[in-house]
């Protein structure tokens, strides 16, 4: 049977380019965890620990439910907005990890039970939903998270030069690396934003 993989599913906003390009972005379905401050607190960790635990325990435990289908956990995304850029703890952030298509809200209760039961952890903060975001600004960053800044100004570069505007302060960082296992020059990350054009 094949396996689903969101990122083969969708290349456009996985495989992004490292020049700024456009990209339609889809409905897809999250878990996630809200949160605000700074990301190297603890409780940006334990939102991480949290949504991989659940993506895995839907992974392995569920494969006997009749809507299961086999699947690769997606990366760890979230959605930052930090208005005030030096003050990382005024940033306010929604760690996510998007869930294959047959995932429903029923099935997600019963992960919160199982991971609630057997992991002793809490699942109140975790939400699913979808979100979808429409027209993007994308591009892969490649080095350490301080150097984004370099990327972003491409962005905004391209957004001027194609008469397009931000239609928030926020922007989505999707992370193909292990920060663990990986050197930080070598880091991949897709930065994304929504756009629209300038009236």
């Not at 992974?59 to 930090?82: N, Q």
């Not at 005024?90 to 809200?105: L, N, R, Y």
């Not at 397009?164 to 020059?185: F, G, M, Q, V």
Request: proline share 6%; with cysteine.
């Amino acid at each position: 049977m094949e396996v689903y993989d969101v990122k083969k599913e969708l290349k456009q906003l996985y495989h992004t380019p490292k020049e700024p390009t456009l990209v339609d972005v889809p409905s897809l379905a999250y878990l996630i965890i809200d949160g605000e401050g700074d990301p190297s607190d603890p409780a940006y960790t334990e939102a991480v620990e949290l949504l991989y635990s659940m993506s895995y325990t839907l992974k392995m435990g569920f494969r006997k439910h009749s809507l299961y289908k086999p699947f690769t956990v997606s990366p760890l995304e979230c959605v930052w907005d930090a208005v005030e850029v030096e003050n990382r703890d005024s940033w306010v952030w929604s760690a996510m990890i998007a869930q294959p298509f047959w995932v429903t809200e029923e099935l997600v209760e019963q992960i919160r039970e199982q991971v609630a039961f057997r992991k002793g952890l809490s699942t109140f903060p975790v939400r699913f939903c979808p979100i979808e975001e429409g027209l993007c600004v994308t591009m892969l960053h490649i080095g350490s998270y301080q150097d984004e800044y370099a990327s972003f100004a491409r962005m905004e570069k391209f957004c001027a030069g194609h008469q397009l505007k931000r239609s928030s302060t926020s922007h989505r960082e999707i992370y193909l690396s292990n920060p663990k296992k990986t050197e930080a020059d070598q880091l991949k990350t897709v930065l994304r934003y929504t756009v629209q054009p300038i009236s």
